[in-house]
């Protein structure tokens, strides 16, 4: 599967963007979607997960109340709506999939990755 986000850019702190994620093929609903981010100097992490229908999703603590991951399975997008950003949110996002029936939230999990885009938020 091939992974193309988009919504990235630059925002003041306490603003909100939308990341999205399509998803080319026809067997989007067999993966696991995940966010993913990383900031410059640091290590990949974890920031959201949803599962193949879409009724469960997984955050990472720092997120929780601000950034909800959510699919439309029928246009094969996944999002990632964040909200009272941060600076530390800084980071370029990833998008990625996975067919794994576990570990999630660990990086290693998936195979398919976008490009990533950059979210930064100024102070």
């Known amino acids: 599967v091939q992974l193309v986000e988009s919504g990235g850019g630059l925002v003041q702190a306490g603003g909100s963007l939308r990341l999205s994620c399509a998803a080319s093929?026809?067997?989007?609903?067999?993966?696991?979607m995940g966010w993913f981010r990383q900031a410059p100097g640091k290590e990949r992490e974890f920031v959201a997960a949803?599962?193949?229908?879409?009724?469960?999703?997984f955050y990472e603590d720092s997120v929780k109340g601000r950034f909800t991951a959510s699919r439309d399975n029928a246009k094969n997008t996944v999002y990632l709506q964040m909200n009272s950003l941060k600076p530390e949110d800084t980071a370029v996002y990833y998008c990625?999939?996975?067919?794994?029936?576990?570990?999630?939230?660990?990086?290693?999990?998936?195979?398919?990755w976008g490009q990533g885009t950059q979210v930064t938020v100024s102070s």
């Open positions: 990625a999939a996975t067919n794994s029936p576990r570990a999630w939230t660990t990086s290693t999990s998936y195979d398919n």
């Open positions: 949803v599962t193949r229908s879409g009724a469960t999703q």
């Open positions: 093929g026809r067997t989007f609903t067999t993966y696991v």
